[in-house]
Nanobody, 124 residues
Framework: DVQLQASGGGLVQAGGSLRLSCAAS????????IGWFRQAPGKEREGVSC????????YYADSVKGRFTISRDNAKSTVYLQMNSLKPEDTAVYYC?????????????????WGQGTLVTVSS
């Protein structure tokens, strides 16, 4: 069965760093683009970052560009999100998701598989 397990969340002070991991199984990892989304209480789920299945191209929301870095290790079927210079507004549950067709927008509807997320809390 398909699984996407996010981990690495926790409590960190503003300005600090966290490294999230997403371990995938049950599908051909190399054929899928992998995205990170986040959802704060009372807010819509929003796209954060995405890495392609082909040439490894990366994409970032304006709110995190320059602070976050996405990467993937196909041999380990794992994607990472390095988060630096964290701000209180980054507080959210972070989800990883997989898309077999290359996403063209930040829409959640473009993704086929979802994990259950990991909570990131940034204190001021």
């Amino acid at each position: 069965d398909v699984q996407l397990q996010a981990s690495g969340g926790g409590l960190v002070q503003a300005g600090g760093s966290l490294r999230l991991s997403c371990a995938a199984s049950g599908f051909t990892f190399d054929d899928y683009a992998i995205g990170w989304f986040r959802q704060a209480p009372g807010k819509e789920r929003e796209g954060v970052s995405c890495i392609s299945s082909s040439d490894g191209s990366t994409y970032y929301a304006d709110s995190v560009k320059g602070r976050f870095t996405i990467s993937r290790d196909n041999a380990k079927s794992t994607v990472y999100l390095q988060m630096n210079s964290l701000k209180p507004e980054d507080t959210a549950v972070y989800y990883c998701a997989a898309a077999v067709r290359p996403p063209s927008t930040w829409s959640t509807l473009e993704y086929d598989y979802w994990g259950q997320g990991t909570l990131v809390t940034v204190s001021s």
